[in-house]
């Protein structure tokens, strides 16, 4: 089940709740029609089950917005793979964001 839970006028969460554990979350800032993905996380032995993909789905659905935007470490190409699936393009990179590593930034536009 998931249960979004309203932080503030512009931030929420989307809970994936089992058994009223959080096996995942996805958090968001939503500000002038632009989501911005601040967090998507998993249980590591949670993963691989669609939940991440879930969450975001079920945000896509239920939000008014014009486009999203996040940042994913280069070298993360499970995360990358799910944005791509989910109809994200990258658009810049942000080099040694992550130490060493570069962000990409990516966009979804309804």
């Not at 699936?85 to 130490?99: A, N, P, T």
Request: no cysteine; net charge negative.
């Amino acid at each position: 089940m998931i249960v979004k839970e309203v932080i503030s006028d512009t931030d929420s969460v989307y809970n994936y709740m089992q058994d009223e554990i959080v096996l995942g979350y996805l958090e968001i800032r939503l500000v002038d029609g632009v989501i911005d993905i601040m967090n998507l996380f998993v249980s590591e032995d949670q993963r691989k089950k669609g939940i991440a993909t879930s969450l975001m789905n079920e945000m896509i659905e239920k939000e008014d917005y014009n486009r999203i935007m996040l940042e994913v470490n280069e070298n993360n190409n499970e995360a990358i793979r799910l944005y791509t699936k989910l109809g994200f393009k990258e658009i810049s990179f942000r080099e040694r964001y992550y130490d060493e590593d570069t962000a990409l930034i990516m966009e979804k536009v309804k």
